[in-house]
């Protein structure tokens, strides 16, 4: 199979598998359906962005395999703003989303004038001589700096929505943050290929630049397929945060004086035995989804106070302060030679955990040992 066969193939069934799942996002039934949506959007515009290497097969006028190949620059925003919907409850689509289709329609329009309305001898022209036609390195250069600044924006705003959900809620998402900050880095690789391939297409060895092609659709089949998996095997994956909590270090700077915070460290000892006392005689950390919200509403401390002395006094994410109390339980019951029988699994349950993965985590770094070691060695 030569490679203009090779790159058909495998073309055709990403395209297949990315509408597919396109169609299974957007008919789920699903709390979460604006981000199902933004997704779905994201993988219809990949089979779309793949078409344009399929003109030889599909018979795709040029300006039109052109056109489609601009569709590239809607694929980054529309990430983004599902990386948005999937971090924050209260995301919606606003008119300045607008804003994300800018660079779509600059690159169109700087082709307009020597591309799109001339004719076709015109045309193939324009695109033979390629690199050096100054509406294609503005494209090029365009695109790449669209790629730095959307993929920066990404895992900006994981960093931040993992923060703030460490400082304000004590279940699972975490792990689902950091499986969308692997799939943010697999995207980064895939986009990083690209670069490459642009580089050897405008250089001495193009021939690099159609197995670097082959190699992206290759990979990007992958990545498609470890989303259908991820998302068949958690249809629950993610919980989001609420857009309006804030930092704890920003809490912090809006503090206006130093003598608003001494006030306020005379009642932090008060408010701390009254957490503990709390935390010890309710248990309320057996609640798998609880929140810092939950602990303020029971013992009548603004979130705003509780935040600060947990996160910024005790110098612990409230999701760390609550899996301690979790820990300390797990290993009463591992202690416990009347419970022998009682699975890991159970107790993972039991303690207020939901995921195995997360409870192996907190516990071996609380105790140095897995939960099984732990039971061994007593």
């Known amino acids: 199979m030569d490679k203009v066969n090779l790159l058909g193939t495998i073309a055709v069934i990403t395209m297949f598998i990315s ?4 169609f299974f996002l957007v008919t789920v039934k699903t709390e979460h359906k604006l981000s199902n949506r933004l997704f779905a959007f994201f993988l219809i515009l990949t089979a779309i962005d793949i078409s344009a290497n399929l003109g030889y097969l599909l018979e795709i006028p040029l300006n039109a395999r052109v056109f489609i190949s601009s569709i590239f620059l809607l694929q980054l925003p529309s990430f983004y703003l599902y990386v948005l919907s999937v971090c924050y409850a209260d995301f919606k689509l606003r008119p300045r989303h607008l804003i994300h289709i800018v660079p779509f329609f600059i690159a169109n329009l700087v082709l307009l004038p020597r591309f799109y309305m001339v004719n076709l001898a015109s045309e193939i022209s324009f695109i033979e001589k390629g690199g050096s036609m100054l509406e294609i390195q503005f494209n090029h250069v365009l695109i790449h700096v669209q790629i730095v600044l959307y993929l ?64 992206l659709f290759i990979f990007e089949l992958i990545i498609i397929f470890w989303y259908l998996y991820k998302a068949l095997n958690n249809p629950g994956l993610f919980r989001n945060i609420d857009s ?13 004086n130093n003598e608003q915070l001494a006030v306020t460290e005379k009642v932090y000892s008060e408010e701390l035995l009254k957490l503990k006392k709390y935390m010890t005689e309710e248990k309320p950390f057996l609640n798998p989804s609880l929140t810092i919200q939950d602990i303020s509403d029971a013992i009548e401390i603004p979130v705003r106070d509780l935040s600060i002395l947990i996160n910024h006094k005790l110098e612990q994410h409230f999701y760390d302060f609550v899996n301690t109390y979790r820990i300390e339980r797990a290993m009463d019951i591992l202690k416990d030679v ?36 732990y039971r061994k060695n007593l």
């Not at 943010?184 to 092609?213: D, G, M, Q």
């Not at 804030?246 to 809006?254: G, M, P, R």
């Not at 022998?340 to 039991?350: A, F, R």
């Not at 195995?356 to 897995?370: D, L």
């Open 152 to 215: 920066i924006a990404v895992f900006m705003t994981l960093r931040k929505a993992k923060k703030i959900y460490l400082e304000n809620y004590a279940g699972a998402i975490v792990e689902s943050l950091n499986w969308l900050f692997q799939f943010a880095l697999a995207l980064s690789a895939f986009y990083f290929i690209a670069l490459l391939k642009n580089i050897f297409k405008f250089s001495e060895y193009p021939n690099v630049s159609e197995w670097l092609k082959i190699g």
């Open 338 to 373: 009347t419970k022998s029988k009682v699975t890991v699994l159970e107790i993972l349950y039991e303690v207020g955990f939901n995921s195995k993965s997360s409870f192996n985590t907190a516990f071996k770094k609380q105790t140095g040992n897995t939960p099984t070691s």
């Open 244 to 256: 309006k909590l804030k930092l704890v270090q920003h809490i912090i700077s809006e503090e206006k």
């Open 19 to 22: 509408l597919f799942l396109s």
